[in-house]
């Protein structure tokens, strides 16, 4: 069974510093990862895909990672701004999907960038 | 990116009622949704599948007696929650795939629906 894991669960920087999350998971037969931002109470907002065959993907400020062979990837983020604060999701999507193929998500990591 | 939206946002109810959750694709036609449930602080756990047409699929301990999916057409799919208690207070977000994320797999996800059972 897929688990994913996200590190750290929570992080507080400055405004304007740079950061990376983590986010691993245990089976390396993914069809693709995708990073989500969540705000309190809210849905989740799709920032990142990442095929399988790809490793990396970018959008302004972010970039994500992926090392499938290790299981492993990460978001960062540049030049870190108070509206990025909120909760970063990673997700996976198995390979083999059968009759489900929604995706495995982390825990998320929960982000406050301070003034 | 494609457009998910979820109504009602929030429902309190009695223990004992049925509640229904709507979500629509507003741009795009999704052949496959999936309903998830998110408990505070903790991650969301996908609860089924819908395809256009077809039962759904529950993961493991879903009860598909308690939580009818119906996906009756290629934009409109909706969680009925029967006999609702109040440990079936949760926070459930829908999301859908097809359209322009039919081949990236992308998923894109509704606002999501606060329900409290009183």
């Known amino acids: 069974k897929q688990e994913v894991t996200q590190i750290p669960a929570a992080l507080s920087v400055p405004e304007g510093e740079n950061l990376v999350l983590n986010c691993s998971f245990t089976?390396?037969?993914?069809?693709?990862l995708q990073w989500f931002r969540q705000d309190p109470g809210k849905g989740l907002t799709s920032l990142l895909l990442i095929q399988s065959s790809q490793r990396e993907q970018t959008s302004g400020r972010l970039n994500a990672s992926l090392d499938k062979s290790s299981g492993r990837s990460t978001l960062y983020i540049a030049a870190s701004q108070p509206g990025d604060s909120a909760t970063y999701l990673c997700?996976?999507?198995?390979?083999?999907?059968?009759?489900?193929?929604?995706?495995?998500f982390g825990k998320g990591t929960h982000l406050i960038i301070q003034p | 990116g494609a457009v998910v939206s979820q109504h009602p946002s929030w429902v309190i109810c009695k223990s004992g009622t049925s509640v229904k959750i709507e979500c629509r694709s507003l741009d795009f036609q999704a052949t496959t949704m999936f309903w998830y449930r998110q408990f505070p602080k903790q991650s969301l756990m996908l609860m089924a599948t819908s395809n256009e047409g077809s039962k759904a699929t529950y993961e493991q301990g879903v009860e598909k007696d308690k939580f009818l999916i119906n996906h009756a057409s290629l934009t409109l799919s909706t969680l009925t929650v029967t006999s609702a208690h109040p440990e079936d207070s949760s926070f459930y977000i829908c999301?859908?795939?097809?359209?322009?994320?039919?081949?990236?797999?992308?998923?894109?996800f509704g606002e999501g629906s606060r329900l409290t059972v009183l």
């Open positions: 997700a996976v999507r198995a390979r083999s999907g059968g009759g489900a193929d929604g995706l495995t």
């Open positions: 999301s859908a795939r097809g359209g322009p994320s039919q081949n990236t797999g992308e998923l894109f």
């Open positions: 089976d390396s037969a993914i069809y693709n």
